[in-house]
């Protein structure tokens, strides 16, 4: 496993400050009526103007410089001429490549309106994410933060992705050690202070079954929302210090 030193730990935190900003400006633009490919357009413009790289282009190949999972996507909603709607839930996950260093974020929110259905899955996502947050400590296991995410999401009735995963962060985007969504206590490698990880629950109100709409984007079965809220943290006595900030 990779321990980051104090200067790669602040270039990392200036790539994730910087990526969840784009969130926030991200957010603010999606109304109802706004095409995914504007706001990945806007993704592209602002990650330029920074001097960035779109990493989740560069380095999977993927058609898009944010992931739009709109409803029932579960990850790697392709952005296109699909409109928002009133009432739709929404995630975005935002990554770039900044001075050699990545950063990756993710939030979901409601699109117009916000009902009950929308606070509750998007709270027990967050409250998952925050869990499994705290379980990055030092003297923990992979299977620890995945067991956080896993056991709070089940004990407030909805499941989390199987066939998916967190992962490590550094110069790039994709590194070992994979963070399952589901896992048990005490599997999977030793953590340590210095590590950094993603942690990044992806929360469905129904059943885990998934199929393929195309290459890139899966779908729920039964139609059910899917949330995700997503940060990169360095695993610390206490638990994960979350290096945007916020």
């Given at each position: 496993?990779?321990?980051?030193?104090?200067?790669?730990?602040?270039?990392?935190?200036?790539a994730?400050?910087?990526?969840t900003?784009?969130?926030?400006?991200?957010?603010?633009?999606?109304?109802?009526g706004?095409?995914?490919?504007?706001?990945?357009?806007?993704?592209?413009?602002?990650?330029?103007?920074?001097?960035?790289?779109?990493v989740?282009?560069?380095?999977?190949?993927?058609?898009?410089?944010?992931?739009?999972?709109?409803?029932?996507?579960?990850?790697?909603?392709?952005?296109?001429?699909?409109?928002?709607?009133?009432?739709?839930?929404?995630?975005?996950d935002?990554?770039?490549l900044?001075n050699?260093?990545a950063?990756?974020?993710?939030?979901?929110?409601?699109?117009?309106?916000?009902?009950?259905?929308?606070?509750?899955?998007?709270?027990?996502?967050?409250?998952?994410?925050?869990?499994?947050?705290?379980?990055?400590?030092?003297?923990?296991?992979?299977?620890?933060?995945?067991?956080?995410?896993?056991?709070?999401?089940?004990a407030?009735?909805?499941?989390?992705?199987r066939?998916?995963?967190?992962?490590?962060l550094?110069?790039?985007?994709?590194?070992?050690?994979?963070?399952?969504?589901?896992?048990?206590?005490?599997?999977?490698?030793?953590?340590?202070?210095?590590?950094?990880?993603?942690?990044e629950p992806?929360?469905?109100?129904?059943?885990?079954?998934?199929?393929?709409?195309?290459?890139?984007?899966?779908?729920?079965?039964?139609?059910?929302?899917?949330?995700?809220?997503?940060?990169?943290?360095?695993?610390?006595?206490?638990?994960?210090?979350?290096?945007?900030?916020?």
């Open positions: 496993m990779i321990v980051r030193k104090p200067e790669e730990l602040a270039a990392l935190k200036v994730n400050r910087a990526t900003k784009l969130l926030r400006e991200l957010k603010r633009l999606a109304r109802p706004i095409k995914t490919i504007e706001l990945d357009a806007y993704a592209r413009d602002y990650i330029a103007r920074l001097g960035g790289i779109p989740f282009e560069r380095q999977a190949g993927f058609p898009g410089a944010i992931n739009t999972n709109r409803n029932d996507i579960v990850v790697h909603g392709i952005p296109g001429e699909e409109m928002l709607q009133d009432g739709d839930i929404f995630t975005i935002a990554g770039m900044l050699g260093y950063g990756d974020a993710a939030t979901t929110f409601a699109v117009g309106a916000e009902t009950e259905r929308h606070r509750t899955l998007i709270d027990i996502t967050k409250r998952a994410m925050k869990a499994a947050i705290d379980a990055a400590k030092v003297g923990n296991h992979v299977g620890d933060v995945s067991w956080a995410m896993q056991s709070y999401a089940e407030h009735g909805c499941n989390v992705a066939s998916f995963c967190g992962h490590g550094g110069t790039m985007m994709w590194e070992d050690p994979q963070v399952p969504f589901a896992g048990d206590p005490g599997e999977g490698p030793l953590l340590v202070e210095g590590m950094v990880l993603t942690v992806v929360v469905i109100e129904g059943g885990v079954e998934h199929y393929m709409a195309n290459q890139w984007e899966a779908r729920t079965v039964d139609g059910s929302w899917v949330a995700q809220f997503e940060r990169a943290v360095m695993v610390t006595p206490r638990g994960g210090l979350i290096l945007s900030g916020d």
